[in-house]
């Protein structure tokens, strides 16, 4: 799973990986030519959150993950893999990053300790 800060940059990417989605929460379709049009659209209607994320699965299903959490809200299922099981959160794959307070391993991009809340430099 790849980590995009705009869904445009998710769309072009999720283009490289198949050529059409179905809108999770209608029937509406988007093909390989539309979808990144349509995310430049929302991109810039869309407050940037710099804190929020989207991510690509290897399927070229698009997802939201909103303030840092990693609940994952599936935008766009590819249309001929609409029953694939898509993980419910994003796992950073890797993590080197410890905590210098409780020494939990925390994403390298987190900016606060999961688990004692400490702020990480
Ligand atoms: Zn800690």
């Known amino acids: 799973m ?49 804190d929020s994320y989207y991510v690509v699965a290897d399927s070229g299903a698009i997802g939201f993950c909103e303030d840092e959490d990693t609940d994952i809200d599936w935008l766009f299922l590819v249309r001929d893999n609409l029953d694939e099981s898509l993980p419910l959160t994003y796992v950073a794959k890797t993590v080197n990053k410890f905590c210098s ?21």
């Open 101 to 121: 307070n409780c020494g939990r391993a925390v994403k390298s991009d987190a900016r606060f300790c999961t688990d004692c809340g400490s702020k990480l430099g």
């Open 2 to 50: 790849k980590k995009f800060s705009t869904l445009f940059d998710a769309s072009v990417f999720a283009s490289s990986k198949c050529s059409y989605w179905k809108f999770s929460t209608s029937d509406d379709y988007y093909d390989k030519i539309s979808l990144p049009e349509i995310a430049k659209v929302h991109d810039q209607e869309s407050i940037a959150d710099e």
